[in-house]
């Protein structure tokens, strides 16, 4: 009886466990709905928004025009650049500011200036010509947002007042002069916010951790409406067909318009990642009649933006921080680009989900991705490394030793890299540059040669007739070499900067920087 009893109990927790088994592999199923509506558009023109010319004054360079005012490029937050001449590597190095605290989020650009907003809440206005910090100014404690710009003034949100009390749980929302730092106005928040601004004519709308939209007078902060969601509100809105695009901590989405923040639709995911629902920390993108964005069940998703019917899911294995970008680049397909903490970036069909190309090697990726022209760029949190892949193929064309979170904006011309802590201005070599380079190049394989011949001799001097000792003395020395040229290269330039500029340490410092970089003797 007792064989029997336990027979079947066996039986019934086979049954059990195969039944969960069915309900987890239809909840791990991604959706294809082919009916929902997919409006195709011609490919995108490469005609940017400008600052206006100044009265009176000869027509500026288009570049120091340039304008790149929100988080995302534009208000439907694509990340796409279009370039009639792509701005392609190899690069050399302009500048680099180096900041000494995390920078999670891009630039914002405003003609000739970069307006950045570090993690520690403080705000930066750089010449993007030279790097030049024009001027800074405190918002706060923690902030974790690009600012925006428009019409001359940059626009903030802080995420934390101070570290610690009672304004540790309040956010802040700003505006100020573009040129000279100056405090338009000042709002305190309710709650927390990390949701990069956007406006539209003299509109800011922005979301919150309590769950609350807002829609600010850009001239004075007044509050036009408010929205609350369900859950908190941590990325950016989207704005297209005078409607606002959000998703939620609770895993919804939402569409409200705005001139009123009434709602049109409302949706919910199904997915599941380890029995909890997922949430969407993704700043939107809006483009061919859907909403694209990530969430943390580790899928990538595609909801109608007339009326939020799912159109499809994408499984990436990990969680899905990332704010897509979309884009089709001359000669390819719509897709859509974004990053896993699976270790793979994918390039998907924008109408299907498919996956066209994927690409794999990587740590964690948690930021957004940025299309440049015809190359897709996304930063290897993991690895600390930002990867540069043709957006067609996927075929790596790009890497650089720096990179965190969201990795490049541009004007055009220059790639502006954000690594962990620093900033880097890039541009492609010119023919000059290559001979250059092609010139240092054979400077240092003939160096090598050199060094060869050296430490073999002095190998076979100091180790007669053993063999394998001469081995490993001419393997030290040959190590051993480039390492003493460096440190003899880099005491120089010390103490050439020190009798220039005796009594001055700043100009010491940076003519020591200068000195090494020139060299090519400041690597270790």
Not at 91 to 113: D, S
Request: net charge positive; with cysteine.
């Amino acid at each position: 009886m007792r064989r029997i009893v336990l027979g079947l109990g066996i039986a019934l927790l086979a049954l059990v466990g195969a039944a969960a088994a069915y309900v987890v592999s239809r909840e791990e199923r991604d959706v294809f709905n082919p009916d929902v509506e997919f409006r195709d558009e011609p490919a995108a023109t490469p005609d940017a928004e400008e600052e206006p010319a100044e009265p009176g004054k000869n027509k500026a360079d288009p570049v120091d025009r340039f304008i790149w005012s929100h988080y995302g490029y534009t208000r439907d937050r694509r990340r796409y650049l279009p370039l009639k001449k792509p701005v392609r590597p190899p690069f050399k190095e302009i500048w680099q500011y180096q900041g000494n605290v995390l920078l999670e989020f891009p630039p914002v650009i405003g003609g000739k200036r970069l307006y950045l907003l570090n993690d520690s809440g403080k705000l930066f206005a750089i010449d993007k010509h030279t790097g030049k910090v024009l001027w800074k100014r405190k918002l706060g404690a923690l902030a974790a947002a690009s600012p925006a710009y428009a019409d001359g003034t940059v626009y903030a949100v802080v995420l934390q007042r101070t570290l610690r009390g009672r304004s540790a749980n309040i956010g802040r929302v700003v505006s100020l002069d573009g040129k000279t730092g100056r405090l338009n106005w000042s709002r305190e928040l309710a709650s927390r916010s990390e949701s990069s601004p956007l406006v539209d004519g003299n509109r800011l709308y922005f979301g919150s951790e309590s769950g609350t939209v807002y829609a600010m007078g850009a001239g004075d902060g007044r509050v036009r409406w408010r929205f609350r969601a369900a859950g908190a509100v941590k990325g950016g809105l989207a704005l297209a067909d005078g409607k606002l695009y959000f998703g939620d901590y609770g895993g919804r989405v939402y569409a409200i318009r705005q001139d009123s923040g009434s709602q049109v639709w409302r949706a919910s995911t199904h997915g599941r990642s380890f029995g909890r629902g997922g949430n969407f920390y993704s700043t939107p993108a809006v483009a061919y009649g859907r909403v694209y964005l990530g969430n943390t069940d580790g899928r990538v998703y595609s909801f109608s933006a007339a009326s939020g019917r799912i159109a499809w899911s994408r499984s990436t294995g990990g969680y899905v921080y990332a704010s897509p970008a979309v884009a089709r680049v001359p000669g390819g397909p719509p897709l859509v680009y974004a990053g896993s903490y699976s270790g793979r970036f994918y390039a998907l069909d924008a109408r299907t989900g498919a996956v066209r190309w994927s690409r794999g090697g990587n740590g964690r990726i948690s930021g957004g991705a940025t299309v440049i022209g015809d190359i897709v760029y996304y930063a290897d949190l993991g690895n600390k490394r930002t990867i540069g892949l043709g957006a067609r193929t996927g075929r790596k064309v790009f890497e650089h030793d720096r990179g965190s979170y969201n990795p490049v904006v541009s004007d055009g011309e220059t790639i502006y890299l954000v690594g962990y802590h620093a900033l880097y201005a890039l541009q492609p070599l010119t023919t000059a540059d290559r001979k250059e380079r092609a010139q240092a190049a054979r400077k240092r394989a003939q160096r090598r040669r050199g060094d060869r011949r050296v430490c073999r001799r002095r190998a076979r001097a100091a180790h007669r007739g053993t063999p394998a000792a001469q081995r490993r003395s001419y393997r030290r020395c040959v190590k051993r070499r480039p390492a003493l040229r460096r440190r003899a290269g880099r005491a120089e330039c010390l103490e050439r900067a020190k009798r220039a500029h005796r009594g001055k340490p700043g100009k010491v410092r940076r003519s020591y920087r200068a000195c090494i970089k020139r060299r090519g003797v400041w690597r270790h």
